[in-house]
Structure formats: structure tokens, C-alpha cells
């Protein structure tokens, strides 16, 4: 799809442009209202119908809704049993969620820095950082575009000789576990597998900023496990999600049904029946959705073509993007720089972002003993990184003015 671009410079017309609002319609809303109608609006049907509509869009046998994709990450390791004295190996170049789900199990964080241009972690430096601790590998789908988790599951393999399973789910995988932080990735596609099925277990964010939305939330799904029963794997997810409880709400609303029993001292954060009710209107519309954002992706692409400016690839030969984030690289630019550029969108009504500062930036990390002169490509991704916005409220006349903006503003810095 080309733009069509006979036009002038339209920044002399300010727009106010939001970065990434929810797309919601009267689908949603009807579904909602639905529900409120319906006399139960906490964890129940219409949450048991989106995780069974989830593993189907996935390719997966089974999905489980929560509250958030951070909760996912972590309810999973925890099912892993893994925790202290455990190491587990992320992305430098990611939000916090991917990291700090580590630290609230016990384990060792391990940061891997991206592979120099790419805001991918490369695969050679997590190959070296594996050892006889580690236990995951929680590789981060950027922007929609899914990691090369071929390569990755070619290097747990490699390294399976060093793996020492701790449990009988451990044992059952006998290598390294993959568990994708796919929040930015639900509906991308890479070497014929859909995000959701390519990795071990994979986790989605279904927050207000995301593709597809429940207003907070997210979802897990897993693949096959040999001898280990998916009906199981669901069950500890439940336990785990609802305070260790032994029957959830729903359950104990049959007659004389009230006895339970909680069987650990486990955590709250499953998903109301209110959210997943904006999930299933979310489904009904999500190719059209899916669609529009590829088709602006496209004419943000035409539109700087011919700029200085280097743009992620969303779509190609054996890959597609969710196309959740425009993530623009401003050549010849430092930090200062683009901090400049960011200001001067703002004054023109654009609302901007920069995805990622690197976790060892952070002070957190910083005392965690994170430096980043150690991870020089991530700090030079996010040196000249800006995030355009990129959502389905937005007009093609929206993109024109974004595309022209940008052009004006580089101009001036």
C-alpha cells in the first residue's frame, strides 16, 4: 500500500494526536453491559469463553486468564518451582515486568543485551550466559515482532547436558524452559507458528495501551507437555491465581457446595467476568483491528522512506507483526536530541513515547549491580529511539500530519 503523498506540509493545522487510546466500541460495551445485567461479573463464564476463544486464536490446547501479563510470568515460574538459587535470563531491553517477576521468586536476574541494530537480545551473548542455574529464558517480543525462537530453543538444546531439573515438571521438559514475554505480541505469527504456541509457555498483556485490550489483563498460554495432563497445568494456575482455594466462586454457588479447602497461602490476581467481557467483544473485531494497524504501519513506512530515520520491520517473507508499536531510530541523533524531538512533537500535539530504557539505567537495577556500559546495544537502541503513535482511532490524515511533524522537528534539532 503506498501513501498517497500530493500534499503539502500539514503541520500549520495542530491536531492533537494521543499516543495509544482503546479502541473500543459498541460490541464491547454491549458485552459489558451484558454482564452487569447478568448477576455475576467476577471470574465465571464469560472468562472460561475467552480463555477457550484465546487457545483457539493461539493454536493452543488451553489458555488461562489473569489480571495482568506480569502476573502470567510469574504465576508460571512459580509453577516451574523455580526460585532461589535459580537463575533465569532475560532482555536488557524491556520493561521492568520481564525482570521483576525473576526477583519475586528468589531467582537471579541475568541480563543479556541485544544483538548490535536490533532491539532483539542476542542469541551468541544467551548461549554464553547459560549455566548449571539456569532454568528459564524469558526472550521479550518487541513492537509485535516475535523473537527467533527457533534459535533459541536450538541453544536450550545445546545446553541441555548442564540442566539439572528440580521437580517433576522440570524433569518432564529436561532442558531450559522458554517462556515468551509476548504482552506486545498476541496475534503476530513467525515461521508458521502464532504467538502463543512457539515458546514453552508464553504470557500476554491484555492492558489498556495493548492491541487488544480487557483494561488490565492478560493470558497464558502453553504448549503440550509430555505426561503432563493440560487439565493439571490449569488447575495450579487456578490455585495459584485465586489464594490457593480449591474451588473458585462459581464452584461454590452450587447448592450446599460452600466447603473448600486452601491448600497454599497463594495470590489474587485472576480475571473478572467485567474484563473478559471486553475481551470477547475485542475478539469479534481483533482481524479488522489486526488488519488497520498493518495497513498504517505501511503508510508511516511510505511516509519516511526517504528520511533520516531507520524503522523497525513488521511484516516480511516468514514473519508478521501484531503492529503494536512504530519504534522509529533517529539517525545521526543522541539522546538530547531526540529528547528535543519528543518536546517539539508535544508542542505540535503529538503525544510520543521511547521504548525501552534499558533496566540497568534504572536505579532498582542499578543496586541490583546492573551497569550498562555493559550493554551497549541496548543503550544505543534506546540513545535515539521514538515511538510514533500507533493505534486504530487514528486517521490516515493522522499519519500525514505524524509523518510531516517528524520531518519538521528533525529539521530543527
Excluded at 522458554?178 to 505480541?185: F, K, N, Y
Aim: proline share 3%; charged share 25%; glycine share 6%.
Amino acid at each position: 500500500m503506498n501513501l498517497p503523498i500530493s500534499h503539502s506540509r500539514v503541520t500549520n493545522v495542530k491536531r492533537n494526536i494521543p499516543f495509544s487510546p482503546p479502541d473500543i466500541s459498541e460490541i464491547e460495551i454491549n458485552e459489558v453491559v451484558n454482564t452487569l445485567k447478568s448477576g455475576w461479573i467476577t471470574t465465571g463464564p464469560k472468562t472460561k469463553l475467552l480463555e477457550n476463544k484465546i487457545a483457539e486464536f493461539t493454536n493452543t490446547s488451553m489458555a488461562v486468564c489473569l489480571n495482568s501479563a506480569t502476573a502470567g510470568m510469574e504465576l508460571t515460574l512459580r509453577l516451574l518451582g523455580i526460585g532461589e538459587g535459580d537463575e533465569v535470563i532475560t532482555s536488557a531491553y524491556t520493561y521492568t515486568a520481564s525482570a521483576s517477576v525473576i526477583h519475586h521468586v528468589g531467582a537471579k536476574i541475568v541480563l543479556v543485551d541485544t544483538a548490535e541494530d536490533s532491539f532483539h537480545m542476542d542469541y551468541a551473548q544467551l548461549e554464553k550466559a547459560i549455566t548449571a542455574n539456569t532454568k528459564a529464558i524469558i526472550p521479550v517480543d518487541i513492537a509485535g515482532i516475535m523473537c527467533d525462537y527457533e534459535k533459541v530453543f536450538e541453544i536450550v538444546n545445546r545446553k541441555q547436558n548442564l540442566f539439572r531439573p528440580a521437580n517433576d515438571i522440570q524433569a518432564a521438559f529436561g532442558r531450559i524452559i522458554v517462556l515468551a514475554d509476548a504482552a506486545h505480541s498476541f496475534g503476530a505469527t513467525y515461521k508458521g507458528k502464532n504467538s502463543g504456541e512457539a515458546a514453552d509457555f508464553t504470557s500476554f498483556s491484555f492492558h489498556a495501551v495493548k492491541n487488544f485490550t480487557t483494561g488490565e489483563g492478560g493470558a497464558v498460554t502453553w504448549r503440550d507437555i509430555p505426561g503432563i495432563a493440560n487439565e493439571d497445568i490449569y488447575k495450579k494456575y487456578m490455585l495459584y491465581s485465586l489464594h490457593g482455594q480449591s474451588k473458585d466462586a462459581l464452584a461454590k454457588t452450587k447448592l450446599g457446595a460452600w466447603e473448600y479447602d486452601i491448600l497454599s497461602p497463594a495470590y489474587k490476581c485472576n480475571m473478572t467476568d467485567i474484563m473478559a467481557s471486553i475481551g470477547l467483544g475485542q475478539m469479534e473485531r481483533y482481524p479488522l483491528i489486526l488488519e488497520r494497524r498493518r495497513s498504517l504501519i505501511e503508510r508511516y513506512n511510505d511516509g519516511l522512506r526517504d528520511s533520516e530515520v531507520d524503522v523497525l520491520d513488521h511484516y516480511g517473507i516468514d514473519f508478521s507483526s501484531s503492529g503494536h508499536l512504530y519504534l522509529v531510530r533517529l539517525l545521526h541523533k543522541d539522546k538530547e536530541s531526540r529528547n528535543k524531538v519528543v518536546e517539539k512533537l508535544a508542542e505540535m500535539g503529538i503525544a510520543t513515547n521511547v521504548h525501552y530504557k534499558p533496566l540497568p539505567l534504572f536505579t532498582a537495577y542499578k543496586k541490583m549491580g546492573f551497569h550498562i556500559n555493559e550493554y551497549p546495544n541496548a543503550y544505543r537502541q534506546f540513545a535515539n529511539e521514538i515511538t510514533l503513535p500507533l493505534h486504530t482511532l487514528l486517521s490516515d490524515e493522522d499519519v500525514i500530519y505524524v509523518v510531516e511533524s517528524l520531518k519538521t522537528a528533525l529539521e530543527e534539532v
